[in-house]
């Protein structure tokens, strides 16, 4: 922007159609020490599109909270009697969405810290529109629609507590629709957003283990959503969701109710072995987890074969990636010891989903 070349934007107006928070939010948003901040009116669309999907996430948690006394009851067994979390209290994607959390905690105070402003906000808008909104909130919603009473101050009480603690991460960026928001919600309410404690920065991250699972989790869902938009079936068709894991079992069996909703199923088999799958049903391979889904009628045989076919080239051209790379004994003497670990995990990883794929097309050209 130039004064003499007469292009300035007067902040006033831009606050005026957006509001303030907007402006702020898209000033920083993206931004690194040391260089020139471009004004560009996505950055301002994108920050009102943020502030919408706050408010319509804060207009869920207060409309659908369960009795305000025993949720606080509950917070104070929860959170604050033994500074710690009860990992008793809680489901896997309750232990998920806290753990990512806290790491959200350590890696904005780091950020604000060394005042890399635009990543922090960045990472905190990642987090409330991603994790929290997209994923936690659809995960828990049966669980608050309950007739459980006992289940709906848990979950209640877990939506109450990071997306409170998550305002005050956002605070510093988006001070007026933070404060208004945080005022209405239960816990938080005795005292004023601006003088509020930020949140805790915890040494170990207590739910590390659930989380991975969780992750794992959310790639398989993603994959039947994926499966079923390129067959065309239709979203009120469900089929049996058949797991066949050694290690998840308990934890899958845990998690049932947002698979059910999340990955369109009708109930949730869980096996250690292949015996018993339908020879017709598509699978998917997600690290040490399979899933299969007997589609029937719903699965065109061919359409199916061709999708294993890209999946096997894809699988196979990683896997010729990391042989090369661990064959190569300029990467094998330079790079760190965690990084060669890691290539051959992977390595490892693929070659078991390769070998999977090839056995599932071998079933399917054998009909």
Known sequence: MSKT???????????????????????????????????????LDQASNFANKIWNAAKFITNSLADENKVREFCYEAYEKNHEYNAELFRIEDKWILNKFDKLVADVTKNIENYDLGIAIDNI???????????????????????????????????????????????????????????????????????????????????????????????????????????????SKKTTLIFVTENHQNAIKEAEEFLIKLGFGNKIVVQSNEENIPEDSVSIVVDDIKVFLPFEELVDINEEIQR??????????????????????????????????????????????LETVSERLSKLKQK
């Not at 070349?5 to 931004?31: C, E, H, M, Q, W």
């Not at 629609?145 to 956002?170: C, M, Q, T």
């Not at 969780?214 to 938009?229: C, H, P, Q, S, T």
């Not at 490892?348 to 989903?353: G, L, R, S, T």
Request: negative net charge.
């Open 125 to 235: 808008y990642t987090f409330i529109w991603n994790e929290f909104c997209d994923w936690y909130i659809e995960m828990c919603k049966t669980r608050i629609y309950s007739n459980d009473e006992n289940e709906r101050i848990v979950v209640s009480d877990v939506l109450n507590h990071v997306f409170g603690s998550s305002l005050k991460l956002l605070h510093p960026f988006m001070p007026f629709v933070t404060s208004e928001i945080y005022s209405k919600l239960i816990c938080f309410g005795t005292e004023d957003l601006m003088v509020s404690s930020w949140p805790t920065i915890r040494n170990e991250f207590l739910f590390d283990e659930e989380e991975i699972i969780v992750e794992k989790l959310k790639k398989i869902i993603i994959e039947i959503r994926n499966i079923r938009a390129k067959m065309n079936v239709h979203p």
């Open 5 to 43: 070349l007469g292009n300035g934007i007067d902040p006033l107006d831009i606050i005026d159609k957006y509001g303030a928070d907007s402006l702020r939010f898209s000033v920083l948003s993206g931004t690194t020490m040391g260089n020139d901040i471009r004004f560009m009116q996505e950055k």
């Open 308 to 353: 294993l076919n890209q999946e096997k080239q894809k699988l196979e051209s990683e896997v010729e990636r990391g042989e090369k790379m661990l064959s190569n004994p300029g990467f094998i003497n330079k790079a760190p010891e965690k990084k060669i670990n890691e290539e051959k995990e992977k390595l490892a990883n693929y070659k078991q989903m």
